[in-house]
């Protein structure tokens, strides 16, 4: 298996552009989850699905950022307009019961 | 406060030496618990995961739990460089998804 398939791997913007993460979970994962992390706040959760469906979103900053997963093998996250303070790494993870596997991890750089 | 708490170190030893890593909770809720391990650049990748209190062995690597004062721990013996990482402690509920982590403490074993 392939694992969590992330992209892009990096990622430079100027503020105010539009940015999307994707994320391909693991075939046969039936839970998708998206983190940020920085170094000061850590690995925090933003928002995850199951089955395809938005279950908690609550960690999501603001309204600038949208999660979608159309099927059980895509989904993506985007920031519009991405600010400065967007910058970090955004993990994406997938998971059949409670063990999770992360991706290798987009790292967000908003100029 | 936050629901989970771990010294973010950086914890620097010696090679062979025995460590120790620490968390601790406020969430009495909590059933399962699991330590990650992030090398840089990398994600997240599952290490240990434990049930209740008690004790898990696997390798050079201890998990153990202690629920009645919410605190859990990660022991490493006989340290070597390649355990050099950033290890998290992580915890969920017996019914939710949605795992909750620790800052993560950066460990460094010197040769």
């Known amino acids: 298996d392939a694992g969590v398939i992330q992209s892009p791997r990096h990622e430079v913007t100027e503020m105010g552009q539009e940015v999307t993460l994707r994320c391909k979970p693991i075939?046969?994962?039936?839970?998708l989850f998206w983190y940020r992390q920085t170094m000061m706040r850590g690995l925090e959760l933003l928002i995850y699905?199951?089955?395809?469906?938005?279950?908690?979103d609550s960690g999501m900053p603001e309204d600038r950022f949208s999660a979608k997963m159309p099927n059980a093998s895509f989904s993506t996250l985007k920031i519009q307009p991405s600010e400065p303070r967007d910058s970090a790494v955004y993990f994406c993870?997938?998971?059949?019961?409670?063990?999770?596997?992360f991706g290798p991890g987009t790292r967000l750089l908003v100029l | 406060q936050k629901e989970v708490e771990q010294d973010p170190g950086p914890l620097s030893v010696p090679e062979g030496a025995i460590v120790s890593l620490n968390c601790t909770y406020s969430?009495?809720?909590?059933?399962?618990f699991m330590w990650y391990r992030q090398y840089s650049r990398k994600g997240p990748e599952l290490l240990m995961y434990?049930?209740?209190?008690g004790n898990k062995e696997d390798g050079r690597f201890t998990a153990q739990v202690d629920k009645s004062s919410k605190y859990i721990s990660l022991f490493i013996r006989d340290s070597q460089p390649s355990d050099s990482a950033t290890y998290l402690c992580a915890m969920h509920n017996s019914s939710a998804s949605k795992i909750i982590f620790g800052s993560g403490t950066r460990l460094s074993i010197r040769p």
């Open positions: 075939s046969g994962h039936n839970s």
């Open positions: 993870a997938s998971s059949l019961q409670s063990t999770q596997y």
């Open positions: 434990t049930y209740s209190s």
């Open positions: 969430n009495s809720a909590f059933q399962y």
């Open positions: 699905f199951n089955n395809n469906v938005p279950i908690d």
